[in-house]
């Protein structure tokens, strides 16, 4: 069984705190909604998690099966099985999906995956998301429509077959069909594979696709509410109003951000450094 183990993490981006002491365990067959505000955090979680350079980690720790993943570069946090699904995909012109996923599944092995093994996955994976068949040749993103991108970006993860996968908003840019599609192979990721997922969305709908395990409300930097999945549709039904009148707490309004970027995130920047 796979755990990842988020104490009391603190994250600032330029000096500005985010994340003001977030504390998370998601196991394998788990599936954690991570809901709140705009502007609140839930996306600085995930990249903080995966290494994103902009994020500093100012206090708390981050364990992956007891490794501590806060002295992972990048690479090295993929290659132990974690994943995150982009919210803002990135085009890579002149890089082939198929050239970018067969060099990503061989930094994962010892001795490079067999061609035809390749092409049969990377066949399955298309036509389980419904995605054109040309899609091998096609350059990463490269005038994709926003739906494909994210198609694109949960076929990776199907691919690389992580243990903890973080999906940032999926749902973004789905029409129903596609996200009936998208909704059934994470599903059986989850039932086959004994995948740990935390995803972030807006829309209880996804939620109603994929019923989550454990749901979390981040406001203000910090988890200040979790429950089961029955919390999805309160929060569907009255909105957070409810929750800073009973517990107290201020809602913080959503400031413009700079989505992440493939070229930052390839960054290896030690932790602690100015830059991070």
């Known amino acids: 069984m796979a755990q990842l183990k988020i104490d009391n993490l603190h994250v600032e981006i330029e000096g500005k705190e985010i994340l003001k002491g977030v504390s998370i365990e998601i196991n394998s067959n788990e599936i954690h909604a991570i809901m709140g505000p705009n502007g609140n955090g839930k996306s600085t979680l995930l990249s903080a998690v995966m290494g994103h350079p902009r994020y500093e980690v100012t206090q708390g720790s981050i364990t992956f099966d007891g490794q501590d993943v806060l002295e992972m570069s990048v690479d090295e946090r993929s290659r132990v099985g974690l994943f995150l699904g982009m ?152 909105g957070y109003d409810w929750i800073s009148k009973e517990l107290g707490v201020s809602i913080k309004k959503e400031e413009r951000k700079q989505p992440a970027t493939l070229v930052s995130c390839a960054i290896n920047t030690p932790r602690g450094s100015e830059n991070a």
Do not use: C, W
């Open 87 to 238: 919210q803002y995909p990135q085009e890579v012109s002149g890089v082939t999906n198929s050239d970018f996923l067969k060099a990503a599944l061989n930094a994962r092995r010892e001795t490079p995956i067999p061609l035809f093994t390749f092409i049969r996955k990377m066949e399955g994976a298309v036509k389980e998301l419904d995605m054109k068949s040309d899609l091998a040749h096609r350059y990463v993103n490269e005038g994709f429509s926003g739906g494909e991108k994210k198609r694109n970006e949960i076929l990776q993860m199907m691919l690389l077959e992580p243990k903890i996968a973080m999906l940032d908003e999926i749902d973004s840019g789905l029409d129903v069909d596609a996200l009936k599609v998208v909704a059934n192979v994470v599903n059986k990721m989850v039932e086959t594979s004994d995948i740990g997922l935390m995803i972030v969305s807006h829309y209880e709908r996804f939620f109603h696709l994929i019923q989550p395990t454990h749901t979390h409300i981040l406001i203000d930097g910090q988890i200040v509410l979790s429950s089961d999945a029955s919390l999805v549709n309160r929060i569907d039904n009255e």
